[in-house]
């Protein structure tokens, strides 16, 4: 499985960017997907995670309210909608995926068991 994640960039305080990660996999409905960053100086983090069946969705608290996860599985693309932006959310952005299609809001505390990882895409907001 390969993931290329896409749409970063600079933007101001309160602004909003989508991203997206487009994966290798035909059969996403499989996979539970997750949205990961990691800013300077710090560990990668859980952002968002989605069930590949249902679509349950599940965000660290920093982001509830302002970001959206979502999936196209019949194009094999994860999203990330992101609103509301702030300095704080600097960071490199990672798609990744998971086979299993149940995940729950716990798996975004444990990157380790999130098999397959896409390059990261850097989104900047400048304050």
């Known amino acids: 499985v390969q993931l290329q994640a896409s749409g970063g960039g600079l933007v101001q305080t309160g602004n ?44 660290a608290e920093s982001v509830k309210d302002r970001f959206a996860i979502s999936r196209d599985n019949a194009r094999n693309i994860l999203f990330l909608q992101m609103n509301d932006l702030k300095p704080e959310d600097t960071a490199v952005y990672y798609c990744a ?9 716990g798996l975004l505390l444990l990157d380790k068991v999130w098999a397959f990882w896409g390059q990261g895409t850097q989104v900047t907001v400048s304050g």
């Open 97 to 105: 995926a998971r086979a299993g299609a149940r995940t729950n809001g």
């Open 16 to 59: 909003s960017l989508r991203l997206s990660c487009t994966v290798s996999e035909t059969t996403l409905d499989h996979y539970s997907l997750a949205w990961f960053r990691q800013a300077p100086g710090k560990k990668r983090g859980g952002v968002s995670c989605i069930s590949g069946g249902d679509g349950s969705s599940y965000y």
